[in-house]
């Protein structure tokens, strides 16, 4: 085998080399389950990235599992969607995809087991009822008065509900468990409820649905899972999953633990918030390069390789934290500067004319597709009289730190010549639109005699390059922490989408979709989804360097 890189270690892969170790199991079974009721984001990505880690790392295997028990928030979409976002983070998933609908008649049946052991009653009490008999964090709460229905007759209103005969908040199958427990979950849960919902992937046979906490377990159970990794907000939780496991006839005890949610500055990671940036148009859509989704990072230029980079570079704990965005640009930016092709961009265009180049010529010359490596090798870039810098990179005047160029000091264009400013030309309000120079043609791929330049700018053939719009992204939040905030969405960033337009050099025009650059001295930028040969769009991944962490500078 050629794996040699060393294996990640965090507490659960402890637990599972002890259990290796005493025997407990000989192999490992994993599972992802999300609830197709949505896109994946960046949580889920370190949930995949640790589940189906272990399962390639000890040689065992990884469910995917959609845990679609609430048919009315989900559909197909989200089933595709999820689906192709596995995929594309690079993890095969054990045999077919599992759906815990794919056992709705199993969970039905251990549902009447547990009637018949007396487990289970069904409460005809009305949700506010059930409410206000639960108790509070100090308080026990009271029995409901159908909790000692004797178990023939919660049968018969089982089979009752599950014909369609009960209307929907009329009744529900409870667990009898404890009415005084300081578990709140474990307060006679509901663990079925009446609900005339059309599913996508049982259709209308069932107007029962049974609730996460008695599907999960079981469906761990039923498909042989030995870890069940999940976050910490199901710690409490653990108590009714080991209580089902144990009171049903099932031989298979599956374990439960759990790690830290992975949260992001500047964002917010959970899917009903997303949903609502998505459907009150807050955003342009669930792949949005500004979205904290796998799709939106997609197309904002993100590779698998990063994301699972930075899931690598974060861990697994059990201690809530906030993650910094800046560990996840880096993970794309260290991987980029390596291997993308450099290019030439203008972003902010003004016109410079050569007034002693030739009208007519086009000069085809070598740029190396990258700095330090050669085997990327180069392209060609036309050379004409008029050209494209960034407006920055000239001011009339300057003092010495100003590295470009002025009307006093020369430059050079990068993969070219050196050119000095004769004269500018301006518009009304005074900025300059035109600079003219005079080349000395003496400079290809050395030094002038004399009048030796300092800068080197980047620059795009007026004639030859082609206009392109470029999508400029910033933080989709002004408050490191959204989510905290009351109304999180009135936080979001008016200026994380800026939109340019500028030219970029002609090879550009042949790139494909998500394809991506360093465009020289602006960014890592990729080809949009939505880019076509006629409209160039680009989307900026992530600026050269870390320009947050240089505030205060
Ligand atoms: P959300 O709050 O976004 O709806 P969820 O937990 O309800 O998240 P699921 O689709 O049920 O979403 O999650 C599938 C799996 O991904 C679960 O095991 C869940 O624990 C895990 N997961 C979800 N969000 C995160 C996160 N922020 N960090 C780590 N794991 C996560
Ligand atoms: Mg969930």
Not at 43 to 48: E, T
Request: proline residues 5%.
């Amino acid at each position: 085998m050629a794996e040699t890189a060393p294996r990640p270690t965090n507490f659960i892969r402890q637990i599972i080399d002890k259990d290796l170790a005493s025997g407990l199991h000989t192999k490992v079974a994993t599972r992802f389950p999300p609830e197709p009721n949505g896109y994946l984001h960046m949580g889920h990505a370190k949930s995949i990235c640790l589940n189906f880690g272990i399962a390639e790392d000890y040689q065992g295997t990884c469910n995917l599992r959609f845990d679609d028990t609430n048919p009315e928030k989900e559909n197909i979409d989200f089933v595709n969607s999820i689906k192709h976002d596995v995929h594309w983070l690079g993890f095969e998933w054990n045999g077919d995809v599992r759906y815990s609908s794919d056992y709705f008649d199993r969970l039905y049946a251990y549902a009447c087991e547990l009637i018949e052991k007396g487990l289970a009653y069904v409460d005809f009490s009305s949700p506010e009822q059930v409410r206000e008999l639960r108790g509070t964090l100090t308080e026990p709460g009271q029995n409901s008065p159908y909790r000692d229905t004797a178990p023939e007759e919660n049968l018969a209103h089982f089979e009752k509900m599950k014909a369609g005969e009960y209307k929907e908040g009329t009744c529900s199958l409870r667990a009898k468990i404890d009415m005084a427990s300081p578990f709140m979950c474990m307060r006679d849960p509901v663990i079925y409820r009446v609900k005339f919902a059309h599913h996508h992937q049982t259709g209308d046979k069932w107007c029962i649905y049974p609730m996460y906490d008695f599907t999960h377990c079981i469906s761990d159970a039923i498909e042989g899972i030995t870890h069940s990794l999940c976050t910490l907000e199901f710690q409490d939780n653990r108590r009714l999953y080991d209580w089902v496991i144990e009171n049903i006839s099932i031989d298979c005890t599956p374990r439960q633990y759990e790690f830290s949610r992975l949260n992001l500055e500047y964002t917010v990671l959970s899917k009903r918030k997303l949903i609502l940036l998505v459907d009150e148009k807050h955003v342009n859509g669930w792949d949005d390069p500004r979205m904290p989704t796998i799709a939106g990072i997609r197309r904002r230029g993100y590779t698998p390789a990063s994301i699972r980079e930075f899931c690598k570079r974060i861990g697994v704990t059990k201690m809530d934290n906030m993650v910094e965005m800046s560990m996840l640009e880096a993970c794309i930016r260290d991987e980029l500067n390596q291997n993308a092709p450099r290019r030439m961009a203008v972003l902010d265009p003004i016109k410079v004319v050569i007034e002693n180049y030739p009208d007519d010529k086009i000069e085809w010359l070598d740029a190396p597709n990258h700095p330090n490596d050669e085997n990327m090798g180069a392209r060609k870039i036309p050379m004409t009289r008029e050209v494209y810098i960034e407006a920055e990179d000239f001011r009339e005047s300057a003092n010495k730190k100003f590295k470009r160029m002025t009307l006093d000091k020369g430059v050079r264009l990068r993969n070219s010549y050196c050119i000095y400013a004769d004269r500018v030309e301006k518009d009304a309000e005074g900025n300059v639109t035109t600079v003219y120079c005079h080349y000395d043609p003496d400079t290809l791929g050395k030094d002038p005699v004399e009048n030796k330049v300092k800068g080197v700018i980047h620059w795009v053939s007026a004639s030859e390059g082609k206009p392109a719009r470029f999508n400029l992204y910033d933080r989709l939040f002004t408050h490191p922490n959204p989510a905290a905030q009351e109304d999180f969405a009135a936080t979001i960033n008016p200026e994380s989408l800026i939109m340019v337009n500028g030219f970029v050099e002609p090879e550009l025009s042949k790139g494909e979709a998500l394809e991506r650059f360093q465009f020289e001295r602006t960014g890592y930028f990729c080809i949009d989804t939505e880019s076509s040969q006629e409209k160039l769009v680009f989307n900026r991944t992530v600026e050269l360097r870390d320009t947050w962490a240089k505030i205060g500078d």
